[in-house]
T-cell receptor
Framework: DTEVTQTPKHLVMGMTNKKSLKCEQH?????MYWYKQKAKKPPELMFV???????INESVPSRFSPECPNSSLLNLHLHALQPEDSALYLC???????????????FGEGSRLTVL | KNEVEQSPQNLTAQEGEFITINCSYS?????LHWLQQHPGGGIVSLFM???GKKKHGRLIATINIQEKHSSLHITASHPRDSAVYIC??????????????FGKGTHLIIQP
């Protein structure tokens, strides 16, 4: 199984809603990532989890809250978002050698978020 | 500063043509990734390389560590190769490489 599965594929939410994006992989990868991608722009790194610990938070607003319950699952909790947060949210995973290089990245299909 | 520059931004070619996309980066990396993104979102990893050359089917990726430059070549291009190709670098940080820094992508269209 070389898949990264993201749910939901599409999400529409109001600015007062609380919702979550989910990501799952069963490849034994110990590094998982959230990226945000706006239209016609490259992905931007939001969060990195390495061995279930948050290792990078690229100055992302607190209305985005990541969670890594176990080595196969990654969540992104959303609360009080703004319309400018509408984007494609991509999850990825890779092998991770502590203090060393990343392995090949496997991406999910993304969750397309629209904030009204 | 960790930067990745990619060229060209847009490329339109005829079916069968040899395609080259270039990528340069600013400082030392642990690996360089070439990715493909079709309309609709999903990203597929094509190559990960830290030296030399890799080949997969009609795709070839090369990297020159001294010159901090990589190229992606497509031989005998086909309309199904039409996609955005993204170069991404895994830069070293204090604890090892974390995440990728992406180039702006090359939007490739292969016309029949």
């Amino acid at each position: 199984d070389t898949e990264v599965t993201q749910t939901p594929k599409h999400l529409v939410m109001g600015m007062t809603n609380k919702k979550s994006l989910k990501c799952e992989q069963h490849m034994g990868h110990r590094a998982m990532y959230w990226y945000k991608q706006k239209a016609k722009k490259p992905p931007e790194l939001m969060f990195v989890y390495s061995y279930e610990k948050l290792s990078i938070n690229e100055s992302v607003p607190s209305r985005f809250s990541p969670e890594c319950p176990n080595s196969s699952l990654l969540n992104l909790h959303l609360h009080a978002l703004q319309p400018e947060d509408s984007a494609l949210y991509l999850c990825a995973s890779s092998h991770r050698i502590a203090g060393g290089p990343l392995g090949e990245l496997f991406f999910g299909e993304g969750s397309r978020l629209t904030v009204l | 500063k960790n930067e990745v520059e990619q060229s060209p931004q847009n490329l339109t070619a005829q079916e069968g043509e040899f395609i080259t996309i270039n990528c340069s980066y600013s400082v030392g990396i642990s690996a360089l990734h070439w990715l493909q993104q079709h309309p609709g979102g999903g990203i597929v990893s094509l190559f990960m390389l830290s030296s030399g050359k890799k080949k997969h089917g009609r795709l070839i990726a090369t990297i020159n560590i001294q010159e901090k430059h990589s190229s992606l070549h497509i031989t005998a291009s086909h309309p199904r190769d039409s996609a955005v190709y993204i170069c991404a670098a895994a830069f070293y940080s204090g604890g090892g490489a974390d995440g990728l820094t992406f180039g702006k992508g090359t939007h490739l269209i292969i016309q029949p």
